[in-house]
């Protein structure tokens, strides 16, 4: 089963699936390394049952029977290869189970990148930054031992204990009984304790979230917090969240080291109990010593899975704490609507020119938040557009329904005539070049910055990309070039600098459709000029919408759309909307005025 099956079916789930059910269905991938592991668990528990009749049958034969080493050693060389054989299985099973967990959860952190590639950046800017961290790094590290550990034991739990009764009945049929009355104490004590613990490693893990979310927004605000003088409320927060998280830590510790202690105690009673029996029997003379021994050196191995289980009961606690919030990630809805049969763009748009429609659109976040109402808009091929409107007119909402980000709930927006909702949405976007107000540098060098947007640039078009944003000077005073590292959030470049990265990114990818959002609105008026020259150049030839909120350096020819309160009011030339003396001349006055 190929990995983008298995990201399929986890991202399959509803939010009513229970967590137990999410957690079982992830073992399809790797069931059969699972089952080797347990296979070779099962193989394991034959060797001791041989290796134990073997030291049995040698030690009754050297102290009673007087047999010497000629004779014994055959025994004692194949004790030795059954040790050799044992070591290797474990290795072999703990390689194999740990690699279903490592499986299991390359899976789900894919899914969820994929998911949140989906929901789009207007859902992640709704987010905690720090709580979506710990439950992509956390939550999912917490399936390992899930599936590496307590899976695998669950199943050697039953199936050991199972072999050594079988073992031991031929040779003592009481003791056998004795076992059996005696082994189903210890996972009834687990049932007994399991609500509590689980319950406890639940509230750890909700404290976790909060713990992270709290220290990854302490961390992106720290400017503020130094600018205003509120580092030590902060810190003393922070402090009060780690010390609540190291209660629970413990709490759960707690639970877990009294829990082994009467495990171990009912598993040491049982055993006390078996080896009395046993010795009174010897002294009877209604036992062999080969029996007993052979029993006695069993019994240790029947109790050993049952031990383990409770042991390993916490990672199913926590891995079920984590999986809660993982199910309730991957059933966050979209937002989008995903059509049966989607075209692919490249059919739709193989002349490289597009015009836009919108025809009665309507957008809100919420019923009672209407973003975008009846909007009717035309954007010829090949021509540049300027939206225009007050903060909060809907222009970024346009935006995220052209990039495929979020679905109009009325009307529709076509692409030479094709509905947008009925096209393959990453198909769509290879389409789109954007270049947003704050251009986002990732950590890496220039050169990997730049080949985000094309992977297979070679070093022309890269030299001619960095010439078209201006950015060879940039290039030339950095120390390593285009290799120089450039530290998250484009540390060592100035803002203006940043912005030609963008543009440059823009101009590799090469699309057919360009929307600005407004890229000189943070820069100084020297830079923004220069800014301006650079988008020129990239405009030439493509179908360009540009969110504007400078109006003073608008051409007359310039052609804008006016939105205010949802709704197209205005369109037309800038010097023609200028002599109507309405919503654009009104936005005018209110610019020049700032």
Known sequence: MGPALCRSRILEYPMTVSTTTWLREQVRPVRRLLVAGIASGGVQAVLVCVGAWLVAHVLDRAVLAGGGLTRLWPFVAALVLIALARFGLSLWQRRATFDAGAQVSDNVRNALEQRMRQLGPRWAVQQSSGDIVTRCVDGVQALVPY?????????????????????????????????LLTAPLIPLFMVLIGDTAERASQRRWSRLRRMGARFMDALSGLTTLRLCRATAREEALLAASGEAYRQETMAVLRIAFLSALVLEFFATVSIAVLAVLIGFRLMWGTLGFEQGLFVLLLAPELFLPLRALGTQRHRRMEAAAAAEDLVALLAVPDGTTSVEGAVTAPVIFAARQIALA???????????????????????????????????SGKSTLFNLLMGFASPQRGCIRANGQDLASLEMNSWRQHIGWVSQRAHVFHGSLRDNLLIAAPTADETRLQRALKAASLRSVVARLPQGLDTPLGEHGHGLSGGERQRLALARAWLRDAPLLLLDEPVQHLDAVTAAAIDVAIDALAEGRTVIRIAHRLDNLADDARVAVLADGRIVEQGLVGELRALHGAFARLLATDCAA
């Open 358 to 392: 919108f025809e009665q659109v309507d957008f809100g976040y919420e019923p009672e938040r209407i973003v975008l109402c009846d909007v009717e808009l035309e954007v010829a091929a090949g021509t540049v557009l300027t939206l225009v409107g007050s903060s909060g």
């Open 147 to 179: 599936y590496a550990g307590y899976l695998p034991q669950v199943a050697l739990t039953a199936l050991i204990p199972l072999l050594i009764l079988l073992a031991v009945l031929p040779a003592d049929p009481w003791s056998a009984l004795i076992l």
